[in-house]
């Protein structure tokens, strides 16, 4: 089985926007998604492709595409992305028969290598819903440090929640991978 990873395309944008417009009721509660805030089909694919327009230093996200044996199979980002500080990674297996299989973790260390390299960060977080447990299990395994759980709305298509708040700093990651 071959796991890989690469820079998404115009080609990513739809199944990136219909993984979530496309989701039923469990996989929103799941992620912690409203489904009423989330955009318009054209408006958010629109909006996806001016960040693929835009210089690196420029973007408000940029995604990792996830491959099994070739196939796209979820996608790892990055948004709020602070050039050289920061950034929030999020994580999404599109296709459920791959979720909880181990998997997950090897495609989230190859995107958390590409998230820091690419963005120079020094801190990478990441804040699932609490009552997720596949990045809640996958994040202490690649070195996050659990800073705290809390009750909010952790961004703009999400319900209040308890969420999760992990962080990796690029220094600890070198210190775990080797580079």
């Known amino acids: 089985m071959e796991l890989s990873i690469r820079d998404w395309d115009v080609g990513d944008v739809d199944r990136i926007v219909g ?16 489904p009423a ?3 318009d089909r054209t408006a ?9 327009g835009l210089p690196l230093r420029e973007r408000e996200r940029h995604y990792q595409i996830w491959h099994i044996d070739g196939e796209a199979v979820g996608h790892s980002n990055v948004s709020e992305v602070e050039f050289g500080v920061r950034a929030n990674m999020h994580l999404h297996m599109w296709e459920a028969g791959e979720r909880a299989r181990g998997r997950g973790t090897e495609l989230v260390r190859l995107s958390i290598h590409r998230h820091f390299k690419l963005f120079d960060l020094l801190v990478l977080l990441c804040e699932p819903h609490a009552l997720n447990p596949a990045p809640n299990r996958t994040l202490p395994k690649l070195g996050f440090e659990l800073l705290e759980t809390v009750e909010c709305t952790p961004g703009p298509i999400a319900f209040p929640q308890q969420v999760n708040r992990w962080r990796l700093t690029r220094e600890r990651w070198r210190a775990l991978s080797g580079g």
């Not at 993984?19 to 409203?34: I, K, T």
């Not at 958010?44 to 693929?52: G, I, K, T």
């Open 19 to 34: 993984y979530f417009l496309d989701a039923g009721p469990d996989d929103f509660d799941r992620m912690g998604v409203d």
């Open 37 to 39: 805030k989330l955009p």
């Open 44 to 52: 958010w694919r629109e909006a996806l492709v001016v960040q693929l």
